[in-house]
């Protein structure tokens, strides 16, 4: 049987292009669940290199240019790598962020950042 084309994703204002109704983003948002975190790339040698990364980089990197000291918790991606393992594991593409600072990233800059010219 051939397959469907992609549609756009059901919530509004979304560009992304899926086979379901919603992009992993709006998937939680809309009751649906996101693939595994180990599907993801998540796995142990993930959750290693993250306890590594963040002992060498303790601080959130925003909340220490707004002058606040926050622990971070968050290695977060600064360019998505939408499963890209090359961009997933390059360690200068990775940051240390409070969760706080991920949520409010992750909901703005990255639902767009492949969009940007």
């Given at each position: 049987?051939?397959?469907?084309p992609k549609k756009p ?25 996101r693939r595994d975190s180990?599907v993801r790339g998540y ?75």
């Open positions: 049987m051939p397959r469907k994703c059901k919530h509004p204002g979304c560009p992304e292009l899926v086979e379901g109704m919603y992009c992993e983003e709006h998937a939680l948002l809309h009751g649906q669940e180990a796995d142990s040698k993930w959750r290693k290199a993250r306890e590594r990364f963040l002992k060498c980089h303790p601080l959130c990197v925003q909340c220490q240019r707004e002058g606040r000291l926050v622990k971070a918790t968050v290695v977060d991606h600064i360019k998505p790598h939408r499963g890209d393992p090359i961009l997933f594991w390059d360690e200068r593409n990775w940051q240390p962020l409070c969760k706080h600072h991920h949520d409010v990233k992750t909901m703005t800059e990255d639902r767009y950042q492949e969009y940007k010219y």
